[in-house]
């Protein structure tokens, strides 16, 4: 078997994934870890890096990425009363996601959380990069904006963008839909 992450493609699939991480004790850390991840494209790795003051006081917040060291800007306007109403009550110091104990939640605590999910939604698809690969997704089909989509994610060309998508594969997919020569 391949391991093939890919996007939550359906308002459904979102849904069904939210509420399969949404059982148990760390029910409202981790739907705001998805809705985060979701919404801004970032890489777990940044994900579980942030504080309470990433995020605070202002509508976008400048972070660096650890993978590439470049500085990326979130956009937490559409998702900033989740913001609040999870950050409320916590010092700006305070990891946004921690383990119970007490420490940074570590990316292969999330992956682990996700496969318990993947598990209840009977889907082997599913890995940290989801909610990276959901928000460009989502992003494209809204825009069809590959240049933005690029630097949004901080790849090197469209094409990777693309690839890292799978885009082109449903570009042919929708482009044959229906074509068909002869009788």
């Known amino acids: 078997m391949t391991y093939n992450v890919q996007p939550l493609r359906t308002a459904v ?53 650890q993978k590439t060291g470049k500085k990326r800007i979130l956009y937490l306007a559409s998702i900033r009363e989740e913001v609040m109403t999870y950050i409320d009550g916590l010092p700006d110091s305070a990891y946004l996601f921690v383990s119970s104990y007490g420490q940074p939640l570590r990316v292969n605590s999330v992956y682990k959380i996700f496969q ?10 599913i890995g940290t990069h989801t909610l990276r690969k959901t928000f460009g997704y989502h992003y494209y089909q809204q825009t069809h904006d590959i240049a933005t989509l690029m630097i949004l994610l901080n790849h090197s060309s469209e094409s990777v963008t693309k690839r890292y998508l799978g885009i082109e594969e449903l570009d042919i997919q929708n482009a044959l839909r229906g074509f068909r020569l002869g009788k």
Do not use: P, W, Y
């Not at 890096?49 to 990433?54: F, S, Y």
């Not at 995020?55 to 972070?63: A, D, G």
């Not at 318990?116 to 698809?125: E, G, I, S, T």
């Open 116 to 125: 318990k999910a993947a598990l209840q939604l009977n889907r082997q698809d």
């Open 13 to 65: 699939e979102i849904q069904q994934f939210i509420h399969a991480v949404s059982v148990g004790r760390f029910s409202k850390r981790n739907r705001f870890l998805v809705l985060l991840g979701m919404n801004t494209g970032l890489r777990m790795s940044d994900i579980v890096r942030l504080r309470v003051a990433d995020v605070r006081r202002i509508h976008n917040c400048t972070i660096t990425e």
